[in-house]
């Protein structure tokens, strides 16, 4: 992972590497942080660079309504060069979704850290935003602390060990979705946005698999 004290200089190619977006929640935890991969871009998104910074991480991108960092995180943003992108306060989209814009053109997995916090909405708001069938193309998952949120267009693996909880949510509406290495298996199925069905599944063989074939589903990892 990279450190303060770059130069801003553009990442490599976008296959080659993983975008780490910060949010602006709580700040993440020293474990979240120590299982970041080594290479990755780190694009913060408004408070994201305050946290971004107190994990000693360089920044390749900031952006968003400026509204909550502080003015030292920015100056030191200004300062190594880093690309600052400031948008009105006034504006449709949320900071998290314009970092994820930059992210989903940086690379093929999008890793969202700092994205739980106080209030419920901004959570609720953050697992819907990184759900969007926007970044179809994009592998996104969202740590927060322990678990993990994935989001499936289509064919994701779930990397956990058997044993492990596994709770499949529609997003959007309806998802027909295939599991293998699951408890309790869907072939084809079709999971609604608004049932319990997928909840509190069981990982019986590692890796596990789900394939959405029509749909968006956010498997979550507690």
Not at 199 to 213: C, L, M
Request: glycine letters at 12%.
């Amino acid at each position: 992972m990279a450190r303060p004290g770059g130069t801003g200089t553009s990442p490599p190619e976008a296959a080659e590497v993983t975008v780490v977006v910060v949010a602006g929640g709580d700040p993440p935890s020293p474990g979240e942080i120590a299982r970041l991969p080594d290479r990755a871009v780190v694009v913060a998104a408004d408070h994201g660079l305050d946290h971004a910074y107190a994990a000693g991480l360089e920044v390749a991108v900031a952006v968003g309504d400026m509204d909550s960092v502080s003015p030292e995180a920015l100056s030191a943003a200004e300062q190594a060069g880093t690309r600052v992108e400031c948008h009105p306060v006034d504006k449709d989209q949320t900071d998290l979704e314009l970092a994820l814009e930059w992210a989903a053109r940086l690379a093929d997995r999008v890793i969202v850290i700092g994205a739980g916090g106080g209030r419920v909405d901004h959570l609720l708001g953050n697992l819907a935003v990184v759900a969007s069938p926007r970044w179809a193309g994009t592998d996104i998952e969202v740590w927060l602390g322990e678990a993990r949120a994935v989001v499936a267009h289509g064919r994701r693996a779930l990397e956990a060990e058997p044993g492990a909880t596994v709770s499949l949510f529609a997003v959007g509406g309806p998802a027909r979705v295939t599991t293998t290495g699951l408890a309790w298996s869907l072939r084809d199925e079709v999971l609604e946005p608004l049932s319990g069905r997928g909840v509190s599944n069981r990982v019986v063989d590692a890796p596990a698999y789900i394939q959405v074939s029509e749909g968006v589903v956010l498997a979550v990892l507690p």
